[in-house]
């Protein structure tokens, strides 16, 4: 990963992901690439809504007026040109979001600069630009639409899926080929043996560094798994992240259950989870972020 931006937590974010441009998306579907330039050119004075991943962005630049220090940086990386990608930058300013620095590529995908920037996360909603920076090791999920928002709050609440997020996916092969039975015991047998880490785990690292900043009992960041693990299976994840040093506020261990009423309860401000069947319905309560990573996301034949 690069270093571009010193230690700080870097975050890269599309224009879709961060303002509302369905209509502007509609038009270029509808009728291309020089009839939505146009529109955009059009209406480069009007002020974007917020889109899903607004508040978690609005919260994390929040930390550095907290800290007293530049500590996370948020890129918008775009698949616009500038020229359209303007309206998007007015926005920013409109809204007063700490956001100078941008990438526009005109059409491609914005997947090879991450390193440049040393970024730690990638949200967008194109979901082919997501596959290709996880495919490079960084953390990246595609934001879909429709989760509601929670309740005007200082603190950042973050929630994570375990294997094929946090942790590789070799325990989840397991279980997709050979049963819970089978899981279960390779999950006992290998208690003591830390988990490998998933795609996530460099964020999350980031994140809990960024954690250490602020006093243990007025951190306003909160962050929790929610796995579908049960005992015996928890104990390995537990041992895996002492031995990362990494602490999780809360930890879930569901067995099974669905997850919905614990991302509502928990007051999530984003869920990351690979298995598309969990996002759309946690999508309903939370903000979600498919990570399209691992055997769940492997094509079936």
Not at 97 to 104: K, T
Request: hydrophobic content about 40%.
């Amino acid at each position: 990963m690069g270093a571009g931006l010193g230690d700080k937590l870097v975050l890269a974010i599309s224009s879709r992901a961060l303002f509302d441009l369905g209509e502007s998306h509609r038009i270029y579907e509808a009728q291309g690439i020089e009839a939505y330039r146009q529109y955009q050119i059009d209406h480069e004075d009007e002020v974007l809504a917020p889109g899903d991943a607004y508040p978690l962005v609005e919260k994390l630049l929040g930390l550095n007026e907290l800290l007293g220090q530049q500590r996370v940086e948020v890129i918008l990386v775009s698949r616009n040109s500038a020229d359209t990608g303007l309206r998007a930058f007015n926005s920013i300013q409109h809204y007063g979001l700490g956001i100078s620095r941008a990438a526009f590529v005109g059409g491609r995908s914005p997947e090879p600069y991450l390193r440049a920037f040393g970024c730690h996360l990638f949200l967008s909603t194109h979901a082919e630009d997501v596959r290709g920076a996880l495919q490079s090791g960084y953390a990246a999920a595609t934001i879909l639409s429709g989760g509601p928002r929670r309740a005007a709050s200082n603190e950042l609440r973050i929630a994570f899926d375990g294997d094929a997020v946090l942790f590789s996916d070799h325990s989840e092969r397991i279980y997709q080929t050979g049963g819970l039975e089978a899981f279960q015991a390779h999950e006992r047998d290998s208690a003591r043996e830390p988990l490998d880490g998933g795609p996530f785990k460099p964020f999350l690292s980031a994140l809990n560094k960024l954690q250490q900043e602020f006093p243990a009992e007025a951190c306003p960041i909160r962050t929790a798994l929610v796995t579908a693990r049960s005992a015996p299976a928890h104990e390995r994840v537990i041992r895996t992240l002492r031995e990362w040093d990494i602490r999780l506020d809360e930890s879930f261990f569901l067995g099974g259950l669905e997850k919905a009423a614990i991302l509502e309860t928990f007051g999530a401000d984003v869920f990351f989870d690979d298995q598309a069947g969990h996002c759309e319905k946690a999508r309903d309560v939370v903000a979600t972020g498919h990570v399209p990573h691992g055997v769940s996301n492997e094509p079936q034949f």
